[in-house]
């Protein structure tokens, strides 16, 4: 098993660029969410999924985007970059209720910079 | 207030020395407790679950105390590979199994 994939792992934009971080899984598991990770403030929750096709928002969803269409993958969108969103992003995955033990399986993560 | 707040470090301790990290949550209805290890610019890696009863994997104890919402986790005879930050998590199903991080406390275990 892979395990939790990212891409790309470092990534440079220009404010007001657009992208998409990839997230992928090959352990079948229900939930995944996004986290940025800044400076001294811990991991953040951006969005989080219970399920394909059922999507919500976390801490700081602004300026994001998320969709997920199959149980495999969980791209997050920058809409319009900004330097705010300098920041380490991490994907993770889990098993839902009942089925695990709730550990999270992180991604390596994407280092991002926007200027 | 945070939902999850740690000791604020750094930890600075000499190789063979005992440390201690605390942790509180303030939602009551918090199901499941970890903490995690975070290496230097790498993703965040289970080090152990939290039981009601406490429990131990090697020289790490995890204590929890849900009457007054505080997690502990004990490391005994500091190996300079314990530096590291140390993350203490909350899940709670009823919120969609969101983990809620506390900001971690970062170890560095010396010579």
């Known amino acids: 098993n892979a395990g939790v994939t990212q891409t790309p792992k470092f990534q440079v934009l220009k404010t007001g660029q657009s992208m998409t971080l990839q997230c992928a899984q090959d352990m079948n598991h229900e939930y995944m969410s996004w986290y940025r990770q800044d400076p001294g403030m811990g991991l953040r929750l951006i969005h989080y999924s219970v399920g394909a096709g059922i999507t919500d928002q976390g801490e700081v969803p602004n300026g994001y985007n998320v969709s997920r269409s199959t149980t495999e993958d969980f791209p997050l969108r920058l809409l319009s970059a900004a330097p705010s969103q300098t920041s380490v992003y991490f994907c993770a995955s889990s098993y839902g209720p009942g089925q695990g033990s709730g550990e999270q399986y992180f991604g390596p993560g994407t280092r991002l910079t926007v200027t | 207030r945070k939902e999850v707040e740690q000791d604020p470090g750094p930890f600075n301790v000499p190789e063979g020395a005992t440390v201690a990290f605390n942790c509180t949550y303030s939602n009551s209805a918090s ?81």
Not at chain 2, 57 to 85: E, P, V
Not at chain 2, 88 to 99: A, D, E, H, I, S
């Open chain 2, 31 to 111: 199901q499941s407790f970890f903490w995690y290890r975070q290496d230097c610019r790498k993703e965040p890696k289970l080090l152990m679950s939290v039981y009601s009863s406490g429990n131990e994997d090697g020289r790490f104890t995890a204590q929890l105390n849900r009457a007054s919402q505080y997690i502990s986790l004990l490391i005994r005879d500091s190996k300079l590979s314990d530096s590291a930050t140390y993350l203490c998590v909350v899940l709670n199903y009823n919120q969609g199994g969101k983990l809620i991080f506390g900001q971690g406390t970062e170890l560095s275990v010396k010579p």
